[in-house]
């Protein structure tokens, strides 16, 4: 295996000055790092992890805990690509990344007790149930930690703006022509109820009220729950022009209710999803929904949980508000009175 003192010699430098250019140390010409990273290269060198934890008492090392209800992990259709973005960044800052849960082998741990089994620096917390005991450990315990669109008070959290972007949305659909307007929320949460607050504004702010038979609730993620509500909605007497769906996902099982009654879209009904998941842009009618920034939460995680390690005594630990934006698609159709 290639040493430092190797490629010190090939280089004709000192150990410290390789040791120096292979860790970005300013005081050496960058002319030099570079000669220098190029040989270890050639020479197959590889950094000595468990040296560099010993020197550093880090283990660049950081954990991810990501365990919906539904199980679904890294195929989770919107967690999935802020956690490819997180691993993106962290690697680019040095880390590898270990997805945390409750067994090593036989033995059973909880959540903290994983993380300091496997020595990890910090935590990123998304799409758990923020209220379990072991989540409170954790989020109190001496582990820097960055949530997703949950908020604690001594913690970082990274949020998706739901309020604006469910006000966005739903002026959107007004400014279609649309006053009956159904919303199909999900499952009380501090998502849900950002978008609740979202979809009320804008009503507010148009003079629009809407019955209180058209705000239905369907679990995240499941079409066959939000059909269910999509065909209750189609039963009433004057029934909405629009449907507002809880995710993109669920969306599809609205969208199926709603041919099997025989009606089209957007001719007959207009839908409008939320997250702009881009293979569900593919569909027919192309789905208006709102597009989270997935790609800048993951990245923005990231950095902040990289500066928390790093950094503790300069870091501010608070609250940030990434902003998406609207993908107008063709299932939301211009609507005049009496139609």
């Known amino acids: 295996m290639t040493s430092l003192k190797d490629i010190a010699e090939a280089c004709g430098v000192s150990v410290s000055t390789v040791s120096k250019a292979l860790n970005d140390v300013s005081d050496i010409s960058a002319k ?11 020479m197959g060198y590889l950094p000595n992890m468990a040296a560099r934890t010993l020197k550093t008492n ?12 539904h199980n679904s992990g890294l ?8 956690l490819e973005s997180f691993k993106n960044e962290t690697e680019k800052r040095g880390y590898d990344i270990t997805f945390i849960n409750h067994n090593v082998g036989p033995t059973h741990m909880s959540y903290y007790e994983h993380c300091r089994y496997r020595n990890l620096d910090g935590i990123l917390i998304a799409c758990v149930d923020f209220e379990q005991k072991q989540i409170q450990e954790l989020v109190g315990s001496d582990l820097p ?6 908020v604690f008070n001594n913690c970082s959290s990274i949020m998706s703006d739901n309020v604006t972007g469910m006000q966005a949305l739903t002026e959107f659909i007004l400014d279609h022509g649309h006053t009956r307007i159904a919303f199909i929320h999900g499952k009380t949460s501090t998502v849900t109820r950002s978008r609740m607050i979202g979809f009320y504004k804008a009503l507010e702010s148009r003079n629009v009220t809407v019955p209180d038979e058209y705000i239905r609730e369907a679990p995240y993620l499941d079409g066959a ?3 269910e509500e999509t065909r209750t909605l189609l039963k009433l007497s004057n029934r909405p022009t629009c449907i507002l769906y809880p995710d993109d996902y669920a969306c599809i099982g609205g969208v199926n209710a709603i041919h099997a009654a025989g009606l089209n879209i957007p001719e007959d009904i207009s839908v409008a999803g939320y997250d702009g998941i881009p293979i569900l842009q593919q569909m027919y009618p192309r789905l208006t929904s709102y597009a989270q920034n997935m790609k800048e939460i993951g990245r923005t995680a990231a950095s902040q949980l990289v500066d928390q390690i790093e950094h503790p005594r300069t870091t501010v630990i608070g609250m940030t508000m990434v902003s998406g934006e609207i993908l107008p698609g063709c299932s939301v159709a211009a609507r005049t009175e009496g139609r």
């Open 58 to 69: 880090m283990a660049h090392n950081i954990g991810i805990l990501c365990a919906d209800e």
């Open 32 to 42: 030099r790092k570079d000669i220098i990273r190029q040989k270890a290269r050639e």
């Open 75 to 82: 195929t989770h259709p919107f967690f999935s690509h802020i």
């Open 225 to 227: 729950a939000s059909a």
């Open 145 to 150: 930690v960055v949530t997703i669109d949950h």
